[in-house]
Nanobody
């Protein structure tokens, strides 16, 4: 079973920064659209940011200008740099890899185990 390895969560004061990392096996990472999602208590899991294997990025409105997603293809790792953190950013953050199969006619999802981010006000 393929699992993505996340790291970097923790406790930070409002206004502070954290950097999340997600490492995937190379055969998955090189083709995957990598994404970060988050789930706060009692809420649904929401998209935070994505980056394609060509480096095209997309962000949720709530994090635009504060968060930056990037990928290190040499290390098979995606990062989420989170600045100006607010209490509303408190959630479990999940990494996701979406890999095209059969020439893109199918998509395979892989998830990380989640990492807790807590922002104290």
């Amino acid at each position: 079973q393929v699992q993505l390895a996340e790291s970097g969560g923790g406790l930070v004061q409002a206004g502070g920064s954290l950097r999340l990392s997600c490492r995937a096996p190379g055969n998955i990472f090189r083709l995957a659209v990598m994404g970060w999602y988050r789930q706060a208590p009692g809420k649904e899991r929401d998209l935070v940011a994505t980056i394609t294997n060509r480096g095209i990025t997309d962000y949720a409105d709530s994090v635009t200008g504060r968060f930056t997603i990037s990928r290190d293809n040499a290390e098979n790792t995606a990062h989420l740099q989170m600045n100006s953190l607010q209490s509303e950013d408190t959630a479990v953050y999940y990494c996701k890899a979406v890999v095209p199969l059969n020439g893109g006619s199918l998509l395979q999802d892989y998830w990380g185990q989640g990492t807790q981010v807590t922002v104290s006000s």
